[in-house]
């Protein structure tokens, strides 16, 4: 049996900044979550385990509109989904390991103004019905081969105000391959995407825009030594346009992503360091754009890339864990020969903890660089975060966590303020 838990959360803040947009109600905003998940399996034989899974979360949050008719308007945005999912995983032969996961799931979004659900995009309801099949054969020492197929058929609605109905029938098969030639390591990973897609709007007929994609990925890896190891790859990917991105402009295209890095990895019982050199593109990338007044939509636009060096660090160090990454990078939109908009060219984590008199004992700080947004500028920042965790008993653990444990004031987006000091204490019952 797996873990089940119900957190809660209730904080309020100045969503807006008046100062920056001053047509925004200037109240605090109230923000309540709720979240439950559980999981069961049951071994029915040695080589037979069915397992049932059920999630669902609920949140309420106070929201301002910097355009709305009066300051003095209150904004509420409420979200519920439910997931429930049944798996099965079957041991064919002492190589071949199948599981089969079917999964249906409810979301739903809505708007309110003044106390009354805004009649244009104030509902907006999705449900998925969704099916994975997914092997692994260990086909010889030193070879494993995976295979199977992604299903899912969606079906979103946009309320009355602005009617939209999308019926999504997306299926995808995959296969890989991992082998070993002492000290060489080859990857690869081949699959087919393909997405129908029929949109509904009021007053017009129904408009199909179905779309495929082939994408793969090939992976290197050397040993130099025990420790010291060299890796490279390569990669394509896909992705189509959102039910939310489609009601909004629904002649967007999908996007098609080329990745590729190398990387070195230095790796012992007490430490593990690896440095990657990466560089990516997007092609018609999807992004936000705003309209006039608080209105928006989305669009496609010509390229997108980045390039830069990520390091990690993980080690044990005088009864220590530590843990450590930094990126700097290039976010580049290639079309209009800007820094893409809320993207830092520098940023990175430092994580430290330990086991102290039955408690786990840590601190974690992250530090972005500046951004822009359009015109503005967004000065960088560092958070500090504080937690605690102590097992009680053999089944239950309790923890707490300080989340910006300096009251650091910091933007993500201008105009929009971000929360400041929060405690929250969690306790997880898991079964053994």
Not at 71 to 77: G, S, T, V
Not at 223 to 247: C, I, K, M
Request: net charge neutral; with cysteine; aromatic share 12%.
């Amino acid at each position: 049996m797996g873990p089940a838990c119900r957190a809660q959360a209730d904080r309020r803040f100045f969503g807006i900044n008046t100062a920056q947009k001053p047509g925004a109600n200037p109240d605090r905003d109230a923000y309540e979550a709720e979240f439950w998940s559980a999981k069961i399996d049951r071994q029915l034989g040695a080589d037979t385990t069915l397992g049932l899974r059920v999630q669902g979360g609920r949140s309420v949050a106070d929201t301002d509109n910097a355009w709305a008719m009066s300051p003095l308007d209150k904004h509420q945005f409420k979200k519920d989904n439910q997931v429930l999912g049944v798996s099965w995983r079957q041991a064919f032969t002492a190589d071949w390991f199948s599981n089969l996961e079917v999964s249906t799931s409810e979301l739903t979004y809505q708007d309110f103004e003044n106390g009354q659900r805004l009649s244009s995009y104030g509902l907006f309801e999705g449900r998925q019905n969704a099916v994975r099949w997914f092997n692994t054969w260990n086909a010889e020492p030193g070879a494993t081969i995976n295979f199977g197929v992604d299903k899912s058929l969606d079906k979103f609605k946009v309320d009355q105000g602005a009617a939209y109905d999308m019926d999504r029938d997306a299926t995808g098969y995959f296969a890989g391959l991992t082998k070993k030639w002492s000290p060489l390591t080859l990857q690869v990973n081949v699959r087919h995407d393909e997405i129908k897609m029929v949109q509904q709007v009021p007053g017009s007929a129904s408009q199909k825009n179905d779309a495929s994609a082939n994408t793969g990925l090939l992976g290197l890896g050397y040993a130099l030594t025990p420790q010291w190891s060299l890796s490279a790859s390569v990669s394509n990917g896909f992705r189509a346009p959102t039910a939310s991105e489609v009601s909004k402009n629904p002649s967007l295209r999908p996007e098609t992503h080329r990745s590729a890095e190398v990387g070195a990895t230095y790796a012992t019982e007490q430490l593990l360091m690896r440095v990657v050199a990466f560089d990516t593109e997007t092609q018609d990338a999807i992004v936000y754009k705003p309209l006039a007044g608080w209105d928006y939509t989305y669009e496609s636009v010509g390229r997108i890339q980045n390039q830069g060096i990520e390091a990690t660090v993980r080690a044990n160090w005088m009864g220590y864990a530590v843990k450590a990454s930094a990126v700097n990078q290039d976010p580049w939109n290639a079309v209009t020969l800007k820094q893409l908009d809320r993207r830092a060219k520098s940023y990175g984590t430092l994580d430290v903890s330990r086991p102290f008199a039955g408690y786990d004992l840590g601190a974690r700080v992250y530090v972005s660089g500046p951004r822009k947004d359009g015109s503005m500028s967004l000065a960088g920042y560092s958070l500090w975060s504080l937690y605690a965790s102590r097992k009680i008993g053999s089944d239950w653990t309790a923890r707490v966590r300080l989340e910006n444990a300096f009251d650091k004031a910091y933007q993500l987006a201008y105009g929009y303020n971000t929360p400041g000091r929060g405690i929250f204490a969690s306790l997880q019952y898991q079964p053994r």
